[in-house]
Structures are given as C-alpha cells and as structure tokens.
C-alpha cells in the first residue's frame, strides 16, 4: 500500500509546496487549523516517532526547516507552534512522521 506522504515527497501526488531539497518537504496543510498551516515531511518513510532510530540529524532537519519556513511565510516574529503526533490517540492521522507549523493566529493552550 502506497503511503500519501511518500507519493508527496516524490512528486507523484499534487501539493503546495513551500519548500523542497534532498531530504525533506515543506507543504501546505490540505485542511488548515490556522492561517499559517504546513506539513515538514521527510523523504525517508519513517512510520512514527516511536520508530525513530538513528534518525536523529533528520528530525532536526525538520525542525530547521520549519524555522526556515516560519520565517520565510513572515510569523517567525509574532510566534508559532511546532506540532508532533504519534500513533491514533495522540491524533497521528498518516503513517508517515511529519512535523506541523501552524501560525497566524494566537495560540490557546491546552491544546487537544
């Protein structure tokens, strides 16, 4: 079975891409939760986090990335939040890790 996220990364499937390079994806959430809402995917089909395994320069490449992004979409300044879900009860919906930068808006805490 074809992973979604896999399909992104190579460019099989349509997406709104802010950014590409060899090792991650930066895209626009298909189903926004704020006015600033993009995916970091990594190239590499990693299931989870839990399933993170030597992977750890990767991980922080997502995470710089998404830096990069907030950034370059102008609310590095104002303030973002950097989302993480792992498996169905912490609400991971694609078995691919991916990290969410969701911005724009302020932030209500507890989240979920």
């Known amino acids: 079975m074809r992973c979604v996220f896999c399909d992104i990364a190579e460019g099989k499937s349509p997406a709104d891409f802010v950014i590409k390079d060899n090792e991650v994806v930066a895209i626009r959430d298909a189903h926004p939760v704020a006015p600033v809402h993009i995916l970091v995917i990594p190239k590499k089909h990693i299931p989870s986090l839990v399933d993170v395994d030597g992977d750890s320069e990767l991980i922080s490449k997502m995470i710089s990335t998404?830096?990069?992004?907030?950034?370059?979409?102008?609310?590095?300044?104002?303030?973002?939040?950097?989302?993480?879900?792992?498996?169905?009860?912490?609400?991971?919906?694609?078995?691919?890790?991916?990290?969410?930068?969701?911005?724009?808006?302020?932030?209500?805490?507890?989240?979920?």
């Not at 792992?86 to 209500?108: N, P, S, Y």
């Open 66 to 112: 998404a830096v990069i992004v907030a950034k370059k979409v102008n609310i590095s300044g104002r303030g973002f939040r950097l989302v993480w879900n792992c498996r169905a009860e912490g609400g991971q919906t694609v078995d691919h890790i991916h990290l969410h930068l969701i911005g724009g808006r302020q932030m209500k805490w507890p989240p979920g």
